[in-house]
């Protein structure tokens, strides 16, 4: 039962993934006073089985000097990946409960970092390697305060388990007491899914696509998939850690498709940084008020242990 579970939550992943792709061209065609697709099917509708068609059916190459082997394998490593880390979908039933979880999506969610850099170097191309410095240099330095703004909370709640988050926001969410720090987390999930205005390892206007430049028809869906399920996966993480988290209530999931709208929105409105503005954001600006929030939930912590025990 826990497979067959498991199963149709991948399913529905990957026909989410798919809608969404939908939902970023139509809400990115609203914004340039465009229409977006709205042939195939009901307005549209079918797109995404379109495209996903398309791109499993067209022919595949591969660049000469390339490592064949690793350069085919390493999109569906970064598909299994990304896949993967909804293990820790938290079922009601027929689901091992994850009392570390949160250790688990440390290292699940560091794990992409080395598809990246396996992409970049396979193809042996020069543009695939600056993509692939770009993006390994970029998800280093986020994953460092993102990891200090999630043991903020584990360490408020004291449990590494996500289920408890939901328990201790019944009546009040957690971005209500640290709206700074809700904002740095969202800026630094962008950072860490390659999404503008951080798309640096895919900025096309210098690097055309970056480490994936090489890869065309099932190679590209495969990348293309698990940005976008990485990309729905950290929402859901977003909705559970600041927005509450109960899993019964359909609201959670309607804050669930805001924040992914959100990242639509951004990416509608603001242009690319420049690269060092990027690393001075994560080394100077996020690293000190992740530093700044954990000494005050710390000091919140000693102060509750010590007034009721």
């Known amino acids: 039962m826990f497979m067959l579970t498991f199963f149709i939550l991948m399913v529905m992943v990957l026909l989410s993934v798919g809608f969404f792709t939908l939902l970023e061209r139509k809400v990115l065609s609203y914004c340039q006073l465009r ?19 398309k791109l499993f059916l067209k022919e595949s190459s591969w660049p000469l000097n390339s490592n064949v082997l690793i350069y085919y394998f390493c999109p569906l490593f970064s598909l299994i990946q990304s896949l993967f880390i909804w293990v820790m979908f938290p079922f009601y039933i027929n689901c091992i409960e994850f009392s570390f979880g949160l ?19 396979s193809s042996n191309s020069i543009y695939s390697i600056l993509g692939c410095v770009r993006s390994i240099s970029q998800s280093i330095s986020y994953e460092v305060s993102l990891s200090i703004i999630l043991l903020c909370y584990f360490l408020m709640i004291d449990s590494y388990t ?8 019944l009546y009040f969410w957690f971005s ?18 390659n999404r503008s205005p951080f798309d640096f390892s895919e900025g096309e206007s210098e690097l055309v696509s970056g480490f994936n430049i090489e890869y065309g028809s099932g190679g590209f869906a495969y990348l293309f998939i698990s940005e976008y ?3 729905i996966f950290i929402c859901l993480i977003t909705s559970l850690i600041f927005m509450g988290g109960d899993y019964s209530s359909i609201y959670m999931y309607v804050k669930l498709v805001f924040l992914c709208y959100f990242f639509i929105w951004v ?27 954990l000494f005050f939930f710390c000091f919140l912590k000693v102060l509750i242990f010590y007034h009721f025990f």
């Open 35 to 53: 229409l977006g697709p709205n042939k195939v099917g009901y307005y549209g509708i079918f797109q995404p089985f379109s495209d996903g068609l």
């Open 103 to 121: 250790l688990f999506f440390l290292s699940c969610s560091s794990l992409s970092v080395y598809s990246l850099m396996i992409c970049g170097w």
């Open 162 to 169: 996500f289920y408890d988050l939901g328990l201790y926001q």
């Open 176 to 193: 209500f007491i640290s709206l700074p720090l809700f904002f740095c987390w969202m800026s630094c999930c962008m950072a860490e899914t």
């Open 229 to 231: 399920s990485s990309i």
């Open 267 to 293: 990416r509608a409105s603001f242009p690319r940084y420049r690269y060092d503005k990027l690393m001075f954001l994560s080394w100077k600006c996020y690293l000190p008020i992740g530093f700044n929030y």
